[in-house]
């Protein structure tokens, strides 16, 4: 396998770890713990994960040039946080598949701004990968399907939280030019998980005493936090940001799937097509 077919893998198998990431929200949810908790938890629980397994492991990346310290802050804060509150403060507003859909305008703010930052080229093939995963995306989360909820706030909101999600690889990309993914990933976190205290509230922690809850938020932040970003940001060292945010709209399909596979929702025949046109889109990408 050639180094970017590895890293096609890590873009894809990363994205597929965040698409589960429900499997663990509806828990906390359902113990009584709010969206703002939830952002505390996985990323001041990336934080330390991460840092503890890097302190064992490899203590190198925590060394880096502080010309480095503004893009980890781009990365952490302005990406990985600021996207979180938007989402969450969008699906309070718009229906959940609207904010999906909001959300994935992402890859169409990168390749955007790769072509004007990078130079890197918008061709025929990442334009019509672009619309088919939007048009996919939008299927999945059955928006089509009518009776969505959208406001002009939410709308707001969502294309906010698109385009903070996005500023992950343009940020990332400018930080992997003197750092190793690990480093990036690594102090990501540091810093959303530091600025994310802001949103703390120890009363509302309670439910994590409770041993399912506590699960939960652990598969939280090992599966669907510290290991997608370690990926993820594997493969957009060795791949054009455009097309890793591009590869990544797999992430509502494997959500649409776990739905179906473990809470046993209904999937029709939008739904279904959506699924083939964000796998299209991905393919001929390849």
Request: charged share 10%; proline share 4%; glycine share 10%.
């Amino acid at each position: 396998m050639g180094e970017q077919q590895r890293a096609a893998l890590c873009i894809l198998t990363g994205a597929a770890l965040w698409g589960i990431i429900g499997l663990w929200n509806r828990r906390l949810l359902s113990a009584g713990l709010s969206p703002a908790d939830i952002v505390v938890i996985r990323n001041f629980g990336g934080m330390a994960l991460l840092s503890l397994f890097f302190l064992m492991r490899d203590r190198s990346v925590f060394r880096v040039d502080r010309a480095c310290l503004p893009y980890f802050f781009g990365t952490g804060v302005v990406s990985v946080l600021f996207f979180t509150i938007c989402y969450f403060s969008c699906q309070k507003i718009c229906s959940l598949s609207v904010a999906s859909v909001l959300l994935y305008t992402a890859p169409s703010f990168v390749v955007l701004m790769s072509a004007i930052l990078w130079k890197e080229p918008i061709t025929r093939r990442k334009l019509s990968a672009l619309a088919l995963t939007l048009c996919g995306c939008a299927m999945v989360c059955g928006i089509l399907d009518g009776g969505a909820t959208v406001t002009a706030a939410g709308v707001l909101w969502g294309l906010g939280a698109g385009f903070f999600y996005a500023l992950y690889s343009i940020f990332g990309r400018y930080a992997l030019a003197s750092a190793q993914p690990a480093t990036v990933t690594v102090w990501t976190f540091l810093f959303a998980g530091t600025a994310s205290l802001a949103l703390l509230r120890p009363p509302h922690m309670a439910p994590l005493a409770s041993p399912p809850t506590l699960c939960a938020a652990v598969g939280l932040v090992v599966f669907s936090t510290a290991a997608p970003y370690l990926l993820y940001t594997a493969g957009l060292a060795h791949t054009e940001a455009g097309k890793a945010s591009i590869m990544a709209s797999l992430e509502p399909v494997v959500a649409s799937l776990a739905g179906v596979i473990v809470f046993h929702e209904a999937i029709g025949l939008t739904g279904a097509t959506g699924i083939a046109l964000v796998l299209a889109g991905v393919y001929i990408l390849r």
